[in-house]
């Protein structure tokens, strides 16, 4: 067995259309989505990121703004930019691009946007939503990989989810998100005892830790769906995620591939996020 890719790229297509459509059908009502986002200092990876970002607005009809600082930016003045952008009516979204500068509370600056306006979905009133099934702003990644999994018409019910990662930004909400759609779910982590046990019953894996090869074929139940949320460098320096896709791709029914799977998702679905907040103005 040779398994399918989930081709994020060409599924990002296909809702950026739908996204421009629904932008153009605001637009005639007088509404242009806004999306702010900030970046402070000059991390390279975060550079890149903004810039994509921006880009995907431009190319589905939205309206941007880009407010770029230096590392030196103040935590007050972080603050006043973004109670100033929570009152401007122009945007709709307002993202502030992680990591901070160490002298920065992200946290604090999270908790200072508008829940209204939360499109990364990371604010404590979004978290809180998702987990009582309230509407609400899903974070982008794992909303995402659900769409993925929709994407190839998978039927979550009674299936068990393995969810490597634990962090607010991917690993917790995925889990949520998975057990929304009536899959059985388990987390693991750096203190899980026997991932391999653990993966091995399962039916999908969503590998976020951030680690290479943290996921490898002889893990893997035969004909199980694979996602792989990671980012890393191997040692040719050349993208890769957390799953040994080479092996993997031999046993799995589907798997996503690194680059060119999750990434694309993860900024379409901050897209379609902005969106339904103007749509909700």
Sequence with gaps: MTAQLIDGNALSRQLRADVSARVSALKARGITPGLAVILVGDNAASQVYVR???????????????????????????????????????????????????????????????????????????????????????????????????????????????????????????????????????????ATKDLKAMTLQADVIVAAVGKRNVLTADMVKPGAVVLDVGMNRNDEGKLCGDVDFDGVREVASHITPVPGGVGPMTITMLMVNTLESAERT
């Design 52 to 190: 994509n970002k921006v880009k995907a607005c431009d190319d589905t009809g939205m309206h941007s703004v880009l407010e770029t600082w230096p590392a030196s930016l103040s935590e007050a003045e972080l603050l006043a930019r973004v109670d100033a952008l929570n009152q401007d009516p122009a945007i709709h979204g307002i993202l502030v691009q992680l990591p901070l500068p160490a002298h920065i509370d992200a946290q604090k600056v999270i908790e200072a946007i508008d829940p209204a306006k939360d499109v990364d979905g990371f604010h404590i009133a979004s978290a809180g939503a998702l987990m009582t099934g309230m509407r609400g702003f899903w974070p982008c990644t794992p909303y995402g990989c659900m769409k993925m999994l929709e994407s190839i018409g998978y039927d979550l019910k009674g299936k068990h989810a393995v969810v490597i990662g634990r962090s607010n930004i991917v690993g917790k909400p995925m889990a949520l998100m998975l057990l929304q759609q009536n899959a059985t779910v388990t987390i693991c982590h750096s």
